[in-house]
Every structure is written in C-alpha cells, then in structure tokens.
C-alpha cells in the first residue's frame, strides 16, 4: 500500500522561510514533487525531481525554492524562502511509481502573512 505522509507548513510571515517534507513508502518512484492549490485557483506544479535529481520548477517559485529527495529514504522536500503571500495555498506531495500510477498526499497548509 503506497502511503504519502507530508510534514511542515504552518504560518509565516512575508519574506520568511518554511520546510515541507514528504514520506513516501510502498513503491519505487520515478518523479516525486509538490503541487499546490491556492484559494479559487487550480492544482499547480511547484516542483518535482526524477530519481536521478533532475529538477523542474514552476517559474513563479525559481530562485526562492529548493526541492530534494533521499532516494535511500524515500523522501522529498521543498525548501520554500523568500515567501510571498501568493504562496498561500495548500501544498500536495505527489509521487509517479515506476508503472506511472499517481500518488497524493493528504495535503498541508501554507499561509503567508503581509
């Protein structure tokens, strides 16, 4: 059974820094990532990284997001600075198996002051 277990988010204020992790056991994944969804607005990529560490990032989140992944413990992070109020939203951890079935975490807030 494929398990996503997310950790971090929280309230920050503008400008500040916040840490997201991500648990992922019961497969072998070829891209993990995160995706989030702010109020009114669609699911949106954030960042993912294949197995080997190549790294996408949405535009809007280049230079002041870091995404990483310990291929030993299965797990990936999102290392979020310089935030902005516009990143409020709540954020997915996603992992794609091997046989490209879609995985989901239960999702986590992120709340940015002004």
């Known amino acids: 059974q494929v398990q996503l277990v997310e950790s971090g988010g929280g309230l920050v204020q503008a400008g500040g820094s916040l840490r997201l992790s991500c648990a992922v056991s019961g497969s072998i994944f070829s891209r993990m990532g995160w995706y989030r969804q702010g109020p009114g607005k669609q699911r949106e990529l954030v960042a993912d990284i294949t197995r080997s560490g190549v790294t996408n990032y949405a535009d809007s989140v280049k230079g002041r997001f870091t995404i990483s992944r310990d291929n030993a413990r299965n797990t990936v992070n999102l290392q979020m600075s310089s935030l902005k109020p516009e990143d409020t939203a709540v954020y997915y951890c996603?992992?794609?198996?091997?046989?490209?079935?879609?995985?989901w975490g239960q999702g986590t807030q992120v709340t940015v002051s002004s």
């Open positions: 996603n992992a794609v198996s091997i046989v490209t079935r879609t995985y």
